[in-house]
């Protein structure tokens, strides 16, 4: 069963918001590009480009994620 909270209504709708801080990479915009073609039930139409596109995309953005977690996680100590 899926929390309202992680419903993909809601998940997108943060991610909306949160792209709307100034501080967004092209990564992570060509990932949630991919996300909102998906959750409406269509295959991504770049993705005619080689994967490989993808695949940077979301190297780039876990590497972003992580480090950033990890920089919360030292400053919390």
């Known amino acids: 069963m899926t929390l309202p909270a ?3 209504t809601n998940v997108r ?4 918001r949160a792209r709307n801080i ?3 990479c092209p990564a992570s915009r060509h990932l949630h590009l991919m996300a909102d ?6 295959w991504p139409s770049f993705w005619v480009e080689p994967p490989q596109h ?3 995309s979301i190297y780039s953005v876990l590497e972003s994620l992580w480090k950033a977690r ?3 996680a030292r400053l919390k100590k």
């Open 22 to 24: 100034e501080i967004t």
């Open 54 to 56: 993808a695949a940077e």
């Open 70 to 72: 990890a920089e919360l």
């Open 13 to 16: 709708r943060r991610a909306e």
């Open 37 to 42: 073609d998906l959750a409406h039930g269509k």
């Open 6 to 8: 992680n419903k993909i």
